[in-house]
């Protein structure tokens, strides 16, 4: 693995200019280009604040920074997913003119949909303080490894679901269905605390959803000023160990076959 990372970073000019074409390409001729990224998870939250803020009871200012932090790491993880089925798909042409490790492709849909990630994030941060203030700044340092765990659970996912949508294109549709139904199993624009008043038996979709413990790792210290839960760590990390495997194993049994099955 080590050997294999190493191969990687060598040709990081390669996958960071993959990462650059992808930007551009998607901002060309646009006025205010990635200005686009920034207005998108604003737009979004200001409209359905409006909504759930009226039907859940929460005021504006408590519910928009909750509801923009779950729009903005909701955005990565299908971003990441949707993006990493294609992955291969996308790169087929550098993958039949030169041997590089077939990781890089999935890593470019990571790092595309991160960049985005971290601008929605930075929003999110702006807003929380100007409305509460700078009293989570201790927690904050949490997020550093947060963000590295996000960073290799999505890169992990994105190989994974990209081998499987090579070897069974429906997988792409599948997927798509999951997530839409995952949206609304993981507490993004609700609190956990709402549905678990109406019954108990949401605590176990809360407490075995990967994604709810991920998104309990960003929002405590951002919104709380604290540090998030010792079975949000231990979930989030151990899902994240589940996910490494299982990429490494696909690129094990398929790498070498992969350009066959493109």
């Known amino acids: 693995m080590t050997g294999y990372l190493s191969s990687i970073w060598r040709l990081r000019h390669f996958w960071m200019a993959l990462v650059r074409i992808d930007l551009r390409k998607r901002y060309r001729g646009t006025v205010i280009g990635i ?6 998870p604003i737009a979004m939250t ?16 408590e519910f928009a920074p909750y509801l923009l932090t779950g729009l903005t790491f909701w955005g990565f993880i299908t971003a990441v997913v ?7 798909f996308q790169g087929e042409s550098y993958i039949r003119q030169h041997p590089a490790p077939l990781a890089i492709y999935p890593l470019r849909a990571t790092l595309g949909a991160g960049f985005h990630f971290l601008l929605g994030f930075a929003i999110a941060l ?4 100007w409305v509460n203030g700078f009293g989570n700044l201790p927690a904050l340092v949490s997020l550093v490894p947060t963000f590295v765990l996000l960073f290799v659970i999505g890169w992990s996912l994105a190989v994974c679901l990209g081998v499987a949508n090579v070897l069974f294109q429906d997988s792409q549709h599948l997927i798509g269905i999951i997530m839409q139904m995952l949206f609304y199993l993981t507490p993004i624009l609700y609190k956990p605390e709402m549905m678990l008043d109406k019954s108990p038996h949401f605590a176990l979709i809360f407490n075995y959803n990967p994604f ?9 210290p951002l919104l709380d000023g604290e540090l998030p839960s010792l079975w949000a760590i231990g979930a989030s990390s151990l899902f994240a160990l589940l996910v490494v495997c299982a990429a490494m194993l696909a690129l094990r049994c398929f790498e070498k076959r992969m350009i066959f099955y493109l």
Request: proline share 0%.
């Open 35 to 40: 200005g686009w990224s920034l207005l998108q």
């Open 212 to 220: 709810a413990m991920l998104l309990e790792l960003i929002r405590k």
């Open 126 to 129: 702006v807003f929380v303080w």
């Open 46 to 61: 200001a409209v359905l604040c409006l909504v759930f803020s009226q039907i859940f009871g929460q005021s504006i200012r």
């Open 82 to 88: 949707m993006q990493g089925c294609q992955s291969f």
